[in-house]
């Protein structure tokens, strides 16, 4: 088995911007972590109507499909299905410490600041925030409701990361591609990973 520099689960749920669910993952493989992906059905659609990305519906042929784009080492990469209650990250003695939701739809936001696990992403998001983890959820909706707005303040106040897929513009983006690192690359920061994608402020590229 090869060695990793650290552990840490990936969800991506059915909000706009997969994009930058995909740009991440391919971040965390660089970074040699490994990665356990989870992926809503609504993800799925997405995937496929934002970047033609048809993502298997297996598990296992999803891992092989990952783990091929992006050129992972052996066991790098797994994908969990929503029901698999008897994956590393449904227990707390086994889950990441760390764990990114992104895009995280409205739903989901909700789920998990109310504890309603229903499926795996929402028990994930539960139990590294009861082991005290780091949870960092990146919402891509506009505009919010109080709704939103009060389980987010329900989550932050719980410790929870809150990263709104809100890109700054002062590095003169020139793609989209470059709004899509600014994002990932705040990520990166907040994860605790070395990254040069995304210019910091004051500093010239």
């Known amino acids: 088995m090869a060695k990793f520099n650290g552990k840490i689960t990936l969800a991506i749920t059915g909000a706009s911007g997969s994009l930058y669910a995909l740009r991440l993952?391919?971040?965390?493989?660089?970074?040699?972590?490994?990665?356990?992906?989870?992926?809503?059905?609504?993800?799925?659609?997405?995937?496929?109507?934002?970047?033609?990305?048809?993502?298997?519906?297996?598990?296992?042929?999803?891992t092989k499909f990952l783990s091929e784009k992006y050129q992972a080492?052996?066991?790098?990469?797994?994908?969990?299905g929503k029901e698999q209650w008897f994956s590393p990250v449904a227990s707390g003695s086994a889950a990441p410490?760390?764990?990114v939701v992104c895009p995280c739809s409205t739903g989901t936001l909700a789920a998990i600041s109310q504890g309603m696990s229903d499926n795996l992403i929402e028990r994930a998001a539960d139990v590294v925030i009861k082991e005290r983890g780091q949870l960092i959820l990146v919402p891509r909706e506009t505009p919010f409701s109080t709704i939103h707005l009060a389980n987010m303040h329900s989550l932050s106040q719980?410790?929870?990361?809150?990263?709104?897929?809100?890109?700054?513009?002062?590095?003169?983006?020139?793609?989209?591609?470059?709004?899509?690192?600014?994002?990932?690359?705040?990520?990166?920061?907040?994860?605790?990973?070395?990254?040069?994608?995304?210019p910091r402020w004051g500093y010239s590229n």
Do not use: W
């Not at 993800?43 to 519906?57: H, M, S």
């Not at 080492?73 to 969990?80: E, L, M, N, R, S």
């Not at 929870?160 to 920061?189: C, K, Q, W």
């Open 25 to 62: 993952l391919e971040c965390l493989i660089a970074a040699n972590y490994q990665v356990y992906v989870l992926i809503s059905s609504a993800a799925r659609v997405v995937l496929d109507t934002e970047v033609k990305v048809k993502l298997p519906a297996s598990p296992d042929a999803a």
């Open 73 to 80: 080492k052996a066991g790098q990469i797994t994908v969990f």
């Open 97 to 99: 410490k760390q764990m």
């Open 158 to 198: 719980m410790g929870v990361t809150i990263m709104p897929a809100a890109p700054g513009f002062y590095h003169n983006p020139e793609s989209i591609n470059d709004l899509i690192d600014f994002m990932v690359g705040r990520m990166l920061d907040h994860i605790g990973i070395e990254q040069t994608i995304m």
